[in-house]
């Protein structure tokens, strides 16, 4: 009886225990598939943004840099003005405003250090929109900074740990030697970037005067700040002669020269103010706009020394000093008036004619 007994245990209570083997099996099967089921669509959407990322990194960039990007949507959005110009550095936009009399005297050239033209000082855009109504067309070009934007180094860790109080410890006399390197580093970026201003103002200067002669456009007044006046007139003053006998305007790319010392800080030194009033008959304007400080009455009286000393047979000064906020729609400002005034004396006239283009004489 025993034996009977373990013979129906292990017959019948065998499989069932198989049963629920199987059955864990399955269950514990299935946990592992939903388990792996989020790893693999983790890798499958890792492996498509890397796709994405390196189908778009192919793709060629609209820009070539930001701030052509900016130029062109400003170009996009003034397109009676915007003018692309060619120079060996690249196109440069230009603001070009035709007359909009029924006699055109000449044209105004206005170059600014301001980099971007929506970044223009007001006065500059008020002059720049408004003289096209009195016959003086106006070309406006951005120049580059004369200083390059700095961008503040991060601090490292090393410096952030080190106490105030060992500022004059001997042993961190690594941190002044790192500074003076940094300061040395810098030095010698501004003196790079200064030459390279200095070539880009050319290019800028030649790509100007190109149109112009193209356009039969002679009877030119060049308006500049007092950053960049000197690089300008290097490349202009080679061109100029003296005055024929008879004639009224000299014989050279501009008829005037108008100086905006709008930037204080950038005072025009003694040996450039040489350079610019080497031209005796070249009529020149130079406008002050900050109320009178002892600097800037050294600056004005400076500047009138040498261009008495020079011999310039026209030379005004003007001081502004308190003048209401500008607008660009503002066509009776003050500044207006006195820049239209100069100009009819000195430099108005009938549109001269490119020699090149016919054997007449120009008209004066």
């Known amino acids: 009886m025993p034996s009977t007994v373990a013979l129906w245990s292990v017959r019948f209570i065998n499989p069932a225990a198989r049963f629920l083997c199987r ?69 440069i936009l230009a603001l070009y405003r035709p007359t909009e009399a029924k006699k055109t005297f000449g044209v105004l050239v206005l170059f600014h250090a301001a980099e971007d033209p929506q970044l223009w000082p007001p006065i500059l855009e008020n002059l720049r929109a408004n003289l096209p109504r009195y016959g003086w067309e106006t070309l406006a070009i951005s120049l580059p900074h004369k200083y390059p934007a700095t961008i503040p180094e991060r601090p490292s860790s090393s410096s952030i740990s080190v106490p105030a109080s060992s500022a004059g410890d001997p042993t ?18 501004a003196a790079s970037s200064s ?18 002669n193209e356009h039969n456009q002679l009877n030119v007044v060049v ?34 020269l108008i ?53 310039i047979s026209d030379y005004q000064q003007l001081l502004i000093d308190n003048q209401p906020k500008l607008t660009e729609t503002d066509r009776q400002s003050y500044l207006l008036g006195r820049v ?21 004489p120009p008209s004066q």
């Open 23 to 91: 059955t864990l099996t399955l269950c514990l099967l299935s946990l592992t598939t939903v388990a792996q089921e989020p790893e693999a669509s983790t890798e499958s959407s890792a492996a498509d943004n890397e796709a994405s990322s390196s189908s778009s990194s192919s793709e060629a960039p609209l820009y070539s840099s930001r701030d052509i990007r900016d130029k062109s949507l400003l170009a996009k959005e003034i397109k009676d003005e915007a003018l692309w110009l060619e120079t060996e550095h690249g196109k």
């Open 172 to 189: 961190t006399s690594e941190a002044p030697e790192a500074t003076s390197s940094s300061s040395s580093a810098s030095s010698s970026n």
């Open 195 to 212: 030459v390279a201003r200095e070539l880009f103002i050319t290019a800028y200067v030649n790509a100007a005067f190109n149109f112009l």
């Open 223 to 256: 308006l500049t700040d007092n950053s960049s006046v000197h690089q300008i007139l290097q490349t202009l003053t080679p061109q100029i002669k003296g005055n024929k006998p008879g004639t009224t305007t000299i014989d050279g790319p501009l008829q005037a």
């Open 259 to 311: 100086i905006t010392n709008l930037q204080p800080q950038e005072s025009i030194t003694k040996s450039n103010l040489e350079a610019i009033f080497n031209t005796e008959q070249l009529p020149v304007f130079d406008i002050f706009f900050a109320p009178d400080t002892i600097e800037q009455l050294k600056n004005r009286d400076l500047h009138r020394a040498i261009a008495m000393r020079k011999k």
């Open 340 to 360: 239209r005034g100069f100009m009819k004396q000195k430099a108005s006239g009938t549109e001269q004619t490119n020699r090149n283009a016919t054997d007449a």
